[in-house]
C-alpha cells in the first residue's frame, strides 16, 4: 500500500511543479474578418461562373485588383444534391472603390425553400 500511496503523491507534486501552458498564457489576437462578397449561388457551376463574369463585366476596376486566390468557389453540399457558391474576398480592392453587396446572380439556393418553411434566417 505505501507504494501505491507514493505513486499517486508523486503525481500530485509532479502536476504542482509543471510550468504554466504556453497556450494558456499567449493573448489571443482578435480574428480578423475579410471583405467577403456572395457573387453567385446556383445548383449548375456553369451558371454560377457566369454568374461572376456579370460581376466582373459590372465592376471591371474592382476585379482588376483580384488576385487569383481572392475567387473562392465552394461547392456546396446538401442532403441530395450540390450547389455552387462564388465568393470574392476584396481583400486587396482599394476600400474607395469597393463595390457594394449585391443579391447574387444567379440566387438559385436550394435551402431557401427549406428556410422558409422552418421559418430560418438566411445565413449568406
Known amino acids: 500500500m505505501d507504494l501505491h ?8 507534486i509532479l502536476a504542482r511543479d509543471r510550468a504554466p501552458s504556453k497556450a494558456k498564457s499567449r493573448a489571443r489576437k482578435p480574428r480578423e474578418r475579410m471583405p467577403l462578397l456572395v ?4 445548383s449548375d457551376k456553369d451558371a454560377a461562373l457566369a ?7 459590372r ?8 488576385a487569383v486566390d481572392d475567387v473562392l468557389v465552394d ?19 482599394p476600400e ?8 447574387p446572380d444567379p440566387d438559385d439556393d436550394p435551402t431557401r425553400e427549406w428556410r422558409e418553411r422552418h421559418g430560418k434566417e438566411s445565413g449568406s
Open 51 to 57: 454568374g461572376l463574369d456579370r460581376w466582373k463585366a
Open 5 to 12: 500511496r507514493g505513486a499517486a503523491g508523486g503525481a500530485c
Open 96 to 103: 474607395a472603390i469597393r463595390p457594394p453587396h449585391e443579391p
Open 75 to 93: 461547392s456546396m453540399r446538401g442532403r441530395s444534391s450540390t450547389w455552387t457558391r462564388v465568393r470574392v474576398n476584396l481583400r486587396n480592392v
Open 39 to 42: 457573387i453567385a449561388k446556383s
Open 59 to 66: 465592376h471591371p476596376e474592382a476585379a482588376g485588383h483580384l
